[in-house]
């Protein structure tokens, strides 16, 4: 786990301070929120395989291309004029590739190639908002990759708990942006719903990966671990991280081996948390009217990977050591959790 966080070019304690903050936040977030989809499903638990199922009488909106370059644009415009301008590039200069075809694998990326060209978006638009909400995190990265370009082609590249910093903000606009154009009341319900799904899967989902993956490395300190013994851990911390509203089988024991990080990328996952609830608090400290936050962000994405994480933030009056700065990001979600509750 050390040689992962120093890879990452993040500190062992603020790790931890993350992994303690949103374990605590469990009852809070995972739990509120799965017993009240299973309310939403009419029953007292859910299945596991119903998880991420679409809310019963789900519908969407379908958007053309040209609406969502508008909606993406106009969120990063009313932010920060100079965004949208960079964002603007990619569709003036087709630097997007979007339409689906045969043969064309599925997936989002947004390539840098190298700082001297300009990057290239990979992606699939279907016409539905979540099509939009993945454009405007693309569009976030090619925005971070302009940006950060100068620094060259050893310094640009930003360690992976950074990486997600401009996409899952530029997302993060995006969102709010359109939740604050929709009147339908039972859209917005969904809207939410389904930002938080995405943060539960984010968030809480990797930290229960992460935390298994370490009682596991843990444990195999004092011989070899049997395949029971691994679902034993599996089970224990998937009910710890989901909560009593979900129901799981016998044969959900062996659902670790579906996980390819825990092999081929040992402790990698926890980068995903990490860059979400980086990007909540940094939105928290936005919405709180933090004065020269724009200038300040932009200086953050310039940066590329000159600096680490503390002096990224300091600006903004933020430490990622401090666990209360991961529970500032998880008030974001935990609030959109009452916006639901209160809809109910």
């Known amino acids: 786990m050390s040689s992962r966080n120093l890879e ?29 989809k299973a309310k939403w499903f009419g029953v007292d638990q859910l299945d596991y395989w119903d998880r991420n199922a679409p809310l019963p009488d789900q519908a969407d909106r379908s958007y053309s291309w040209s609406d969502a370059r508008s909606t993406v644009l106009d969120a990063y415009g009313a932010f920060e004029p100079k965004l949208a301008e960079i964002a ?6 087709r630097w997007i590739d979007a339409p689906p075809r045969p043969g064309k694998d599925s997936g989002a990326f ?8 300009h990057p290239y978006i990979l992606m699939n638009f279907h016409g539905k908002s979540r099509d939009v909400m993945t454009l405007a995190h693309e569009l976030g990265h090619g925005v971070h990759q302009v940006l ?52 539960m899967n984010t968030v809480v989902r990797q930290i229960a990966f992460h935390e298994f993956e370490r009682l596991v490395h843990d444990e195999r300190r004092g011989g070899e671990l049997t395949a029971e013994r691994l679902g034993d ?29 825990f092999i081929h990328s040992p402790f990698y996952v926890y ?6 609830c980086l990007v909540n608090s ?28 503390k002096e990224l933030l300091a600006p903004f009056g933020l430490d990622a050591s401090d666990p209360e700065f991961w529970g500032r990001g998880l008030n974001v979600i935990s609030r959109m959790v009452d916006d639901l509750e209160s809809m109910d």
Not at 175 to 184: C, N, P, R, T, Y
């Open 8 to 36: 990452n070019q993040v500190e062992d304690d603020v790790v931890e301070a993350l992994v303690s903050a949103v374990k605590s936040a469990y009852p809070q977030l995972s739990h509120r929120y799965y017993a009240l």
């Open 88 to 93: 603007g590039q990619f569709f003036d200069k």
């Open 110 to 117: 947004s390539h840098p190639t190298v700082p001297s060209v």
């Open 148 to 199: 950060s370009a100068p620094q060259g082609a050893l310094m640009s590249d930003t360690p992976l708990t950074l990486a997600e910093t401009a996409s899952v903000f530029g997302e993060m606009l995006t969102f709010q942006s359109m939740l604050g154009h929709e009147a339908d009341a039972n859209l917005r319900r969904i809207m939410i719903a389904g930002k938080v799904e995405d943060m």
């Open 233 to 261: 851990i599996w089970m224990q911390i998937q009910t710890e991280s989901l909560g009593p509203a979900l129901r799981f089988d016998e044969d959900y024991r062996h659902f670790w081996a579906y996980i390819p990080h």
């Open 271 to 276: 980068a995903y948390a990490f860059g979400d």
């Open 282 to 309: 940094l939105y928290d400290v936005f919405d709180g009217g933090h004065p020269g936050f724009q200038a300040k962000y932009l200086d953050m994405l310039k940066a590329g990977g000159t600096l680490r994480h």
